[in-house]
């Protein structure tokens, strides 16, 4: 099949049914000026997510991995007035260009960015119990994907809801041979979440403007 469909369908989507407003737009500008990889989601996904976080009533959010904030943006926008979200960041660039764009999105008083790494974070917010969190989404650097799913138990309660990002790495996660550790990490995490009794979980494949990649969507039982 054309992969150009792929993008058409994801371009169809986004016309009917996005809310990709002029502060997303400038977001995903900002990004570019400021040389952060453009390894966010797309319009569509952003809009999912929200739509998740809707969908599970979420009030406390978890994001692992802020860039420039784009999808902070998204689920941020689900959240009730007293809400929160939590975003772990390790560059502190790319959290002072999300830190701006989530001023010009009206969302600095719910959201909080947190820069260093994201296992001391993480363990920073469970030794000062701020958990648990209704939703967690995790799109950060690959190769400790199953630790972080790991801390994502930690700070959740049943009926959290997980969602990991990138996880089929255009289809080579089929392949016990590659040596692409972002592709260890998410085979790695994978084969955990198939294997752990505490979640209901599957895997849907995505395909786009960013070609064939993957989510996990986890509910904590």
Request: glycine letters at 8%; hydrophobic letters at 45%.
């Amino acid at each position: 099949m054309d992969t150009s469909l792929f993008e058409s369908v994801d371009q169809y989507i986004g016309n009917l049914l996005g809310d990709e407003d002029a502060v997303l737009r400038g977001t995903l500008k900002s990004m570019k000026d400021a040389g952060i990889p453009g390894i966010n989601v797309t319009a569509n996904q952003g809009k999912f997510l929200q739509v998740l976080a809707k969908l599970c009533n979420a009030k406390k959010i978890l994001e692992i991995g802020t860039l420039g904030g784009y999808s902070t943006i998204w689920m941020a926008r689900a959240l009730p007035a007293d809400g929160q979200l939590i975003t772990l960041e390790l560059e502190q660039a790319y959290a002072d260009v999300a830190h701006q764009n989530i001023i010009k999105a009206g969302l600095d008083p719910i959201v909080d960015i947190k820069v260093g790494k994201a296992m001391d974070s993480l363990a920073a917010l469970d030794a000062e119990d701020e958990g648990p969190f209704d939703m967690i989404f995790i799109d950060a650097d690959k190769p400790p994907y199953t630790e972080y799913f790991e801390w994502a138990l930690k700070l959740s309660k049943p009926g959290t809801l997980i969602v990991a990002d990138n996880v089929i790495r255009e289809g080579k996660v089929l392949d016990d041979n590659c040596d692409d550790e972002r592709v260890r990490g998410v085979q790695r995490f994978n084969k955990a979440l198939a294997d752990n009794k505490q979640v209901a979980a599957t895997i849907i494949q995505t395909v786009g403007t960013k070609e064939h990649d993957g989510m996990a969507i986890v509910v904590v039982k």
